[in-house]
């Protein structure tokens, strides 16, 4: 069984871009969360989606924001990149059973310039 | 400014010894906690994972241990390998969060041959 794949998984912007970054869940996993890894700020969770509805969101400004598809896939957006948002931006894909393990991708790191 | 990096405890063990990694965790509400290895590079890694209405979960090598009268969560290695080394976060989940993991801030793990 195939595992998370995120895309790409490395890059670099600069201020003022935007980024979108890709996640493909296990098969037949219908929930798909995001989570922020910073060296300041360690993990940090950004929203779930589940069933292509945004379930939970975490406490982030709205230039993240994210979609899932019906194929439950996700892309997660950054608008109007600032230096901060430079970290490893983490995918994990679950069955979205509320008790149930979450597994992670390698992650896509963003560097901003 | 600039964001100080969080200051990973660390624990130093030698190679065939046990390790016991420990993690206070805040929300009394929290009914599922997880254990992930992140190595260098990469993104998290399940190892084990208990629920709140259990003391004690044993996998492969592994054992988490649960105490919620104290708000704590330990888990232990069995005969630590060179493998072992990496990061280690506890994270826990509570009905109602949807996949919503609040994690910890980690430990390293370093085993010395």
Request: glycine residues 10%; aromatic residues 10%.
């Amino acid at each position: 069984k195939a595992g998370v794949t995120q895309t790409p998984r490395y890059l670099i912007k600069t201020r003022g871009q935007q980024v979108t970054l890709s996640c493909s869940p296990i098969s037949g996993h219908r929930s798909v969360s995001w989570y922020q890894q910073t060296p300041g700020q360690g993990l940090q969770f950004l929203f779930e989606y589940f069933s292509e509805t945004q379930r939970n969101k975490g406490n982030f400004p709205g230039r993240f924001s994210g979609r899932q598809f019906s194929n439950s896939r996700s892309e997660m957006n950054v608008s109007t990149l600032e230096l901060g948002d430079s970290a490893l931006y983490l995918c994990a894909s679950s069955t979205g059973r509320l008790i149930d393990k979450l597994f992670f991708g390698e992650g896509s790191r963003l560097t901003v310039l | 400014g600039e964001s100080v990096g969080l200051h990973l405890p660390t624990l130093s063990v030698q190679e065939g010894d046990n390790s016991i990694i420990n993690c206070a965790y805040s929300n009394s509400a929290s009914d599922y906690f997880i254990w992930y290895k992140q190595e260098s590079g990469k993104g998290p890694q399940f190892i084990i994972d208990i629920r709140s209405n259990m003391d004690k979960r044993q996998g492969q090598r592994v054992t988490v241990l649960l105490n919620k009268t104290v708000k704590h969560l330990s888990l232990q290695i069995a005969a630590t390998q060179p493998g072992d080394s990496a990061v280690y976060f506890c994270a826990e989940k509570r009905w109602g969060g949807g996949n919503k993991l609040t994690f910890g801030t980690g430990t390293q793990l370093k085993v010395e041959l």
